[in-house]
């Protein structure tokens, strides 16, 4: 993470931390959690067992490109196609996607985002590249983000990439970046994240009455 000043930048911090998507089933929220491995403020180390992530931006894994592509939300937008574009090497459509007016008093579209975004689609695999939230402003952060700071807008950008975890290969985001703009332009927050080294886990479980020996 950056704050930059008239476009110089005079605070820089790099956080490594583990992090957790819990995804439930279709009905269920999906949930993000973080846990700081080591962290240093401009080039000096920091306690990373007490060290407090500056922002607490979603990473994409569990509630972004659901919002607009999960269950009925894509029934509560208004898809355009607005050109064809090459990204990281690959033929893609680019997607305008407009939240419907009709949609804010439709309880199905509870859960779908507000905002509008733009989605590059992949135009062989039909994959989701790049989905870019459309820019919004935001006075109720907390810390440096806090509303006597004033009003800061901002549109967060999430790249998907392949990645491969034991024998299987999937598609997940892999960098998501968030620009904090103060309105005046003079003071810049850039938010940068990205992923690596891959796990998943998977547990069942089962409910039994007291004396069920499971047979």
């Known amino acids: 993470m950056q704050v930059l000043e008239n476009g110089k930048v005079i605070h820089e911090k790099h956080i490594v931390s583990e992090f957790q998507a819990v995804h439930g089933d279709s009905k269920s929220k999906n949930n993000e959690h973080r846990k700081v491995i080591s962290a240093t403020e401009d080039g000096k180390p920091q306690n990373g067992s ?15 490109a659901r919002g607009y592509f999960g269950g009925a939300n894509m029934g509560c937008f208004d898809f355009e196609l607005i050109r064809q574009d090459q990204l990281r090497g690959r033929s893609a459509i680019v997607l305008a996607m407009r939240r419907k007016k009709t949609s804010l008093a439709d309880s199905t579209c509870a859960a779908a985002y507000r905002v509008d ?47 491969q975890i034991a024998d299987r290969s999937y598609w997940v985001p ?42």
């Open 174 to 215: 892999i960098e998501k970046g968030v620009d904090f703009v103060k309105e005046n332009g003079k003071v810049t927050y850039k938010y940068v994240v990205r992923y690596s080294q891959f796990h998943k886990f998977v547990s069942t479980s089962r409910i039994v009455e007291a004396g069920d020996t499971g047979k």
């Open 117 to 163: 975004a733009t989605a590059w689609i992949d135009a062989e695999t039909y994959r989701i590249l790049r989905l870019e939230l459309g820019p919004r402003k935001e006075r109720d952060f907390t810390g440096p983000f806090s509303q006597g700071n004033g009003t800061y807008t901002f549109a967060p950008v999430i790249e998907f990439g392949e990645v």
């Open 50 to 64: 007490g060290y407090i992530l500056p922002l607490g931006v979603r990473g994409g894994f569990a509630e972004d």
